[in-house]
């Protein structure tokens, strides 16, 4: 029996995509690091199975994971912590996936990367060169340039999404931003003006991305802001404030024109989705 998603992540992103898929009465398979990892929530849920791996391992694919797989959804990556741990997690691990995906004949594989890729520069568009500023867009980068090599034999679709949050997304630049302000901790930024996207906003287009041909680029984000009025708006909502800030000279914002055109992206208004994603 074919199932028809994999999703490799049931948090953040992951967890709103399986939601929606469920609802929509598909199929899912789905990746916890252990048991424990488990919600209640998701105990009972029909046409919904998982099994675990922790990709910062070696880990046998073909275990796990279901015989017969129609469409893949990668999410899953880890953004900070030791270097090895983040490059097996995230180009190791996808190399990994893109060759049991061929194998097992998959039919379209949609990719989760980052819009940190392209570095620095104000409305970056899909055909910006890569410029990658920390080990983590790195790692982003050398996964992207894997799918050279697989694009013949599997339907691979990119989405560089630009600086998510939401409220079950615990790791990120805009989640450890939140985390400092309510912890009342330093915050030292190199960023100045940046794209943040609320993970909500993500979920159709990366549905619909299963019907779209070949092997395209999309970004998603959010409209640029300025560092300091995010963090203005994040200490209204915590009622918290940062030691001390620190903001630098980098801009890092998107163009999602080409996903609002073909994927119907839409976003909700950054006090919103703030209030939705930080408030009590």
């Known amino acids: 029996m074919e199932t028809a998603n994999l999703v490799t992540s049931p948090f953040g992103i992951g967890e709103k995509l399986i939601l929606e898929l469920l609802n929509r009465g598909e199929s899912v398979y789905t990746i916890f690091p252990s048991p424990k990892d488990v919600p209640?929530?998701?105990?009972?849920?029909?046409?919904l199975k998982y099994g675990f791996i922790k990709f910062d391992r070696d880990v046998n694919l073909e275990k796990v994971l279901p015989k017969k797989v129609r469409n893949v959804f990668h999410l899953h990556e880890v953004y900070s912590g030791a270097f090895t741990?983040?490059?097996?997690?995230?180009?190791?691990?996808?190399l990994l996936l893109?060759?049991?995906?061929r194998r097992n004949s998959v039919s379209k594989f949609i990719y989760l990367s980052s819009g940190e890729v392209y570095g620095h520069g104000?409305?970056?568009?899909?055909?910006?060169?890569y410029n990658p500023r920390s080990f983590y867009a790195t790692t982003k980068f050398e996964t992207e340039i894997l799918f050279r090599y697989y694009y013949k034999s599997l339907g691979i679709n990119t989405v560089r999404i630009f600086f998510p949050f939401g409220k079950s997304l615990?790791?990120?630049?805009?989640?450890?931003?939140h985390q400092s302000i309510k912890s009342g901790d330093n915050i030292e930024t190199e960023y100045s003006v940046i794209s943040p996207t609320f993970i909500n906003d993500t979920i159709e287009p990366l549905i619909k991305l299963r019907d779209i041909k070949g092997n395209q680029i999309f970004n998603i984000c959010g409209s640029p802001v300025k560092i300091e009025v995010l963090i203005d708006e994040v200490k209204k909502i915590c009622g918290?404030?940062?030691k001390k800030v620190s903001v630098g000279k980098t801009e890092l914002t998107g163009d999602s024109?080409?996903?609002?055109?073909?994927?119907?992206?839409?976003?909700?208004?950054?006090?919103e989705a703030l209030k939705s994603s930080f408030g009590i």
């Open 240 to 242: 918290k404030s940062p």
């Open 85 to 94: 741990k983040i490059f097996k997690s995230n180009p190791g691990a996808t």
């Open 98 to 101: 893109l060759d049991w995906s």
């Open 257 to 271: 024109s080409k996903a609002k055109e073909i994927l119907g992206y839409r976003e909700t208004f950054l006090n």
């Open 122 to 129: 104000k409305n970056q568009d899909e055909k910006s060169a």
């Open 170 to 177: 615990s790791q990120g630049y805009i989640s450890n931003l």
């Open 40 to 47: 209640m929530s998701f105990l009972g849920k029909i046409n």
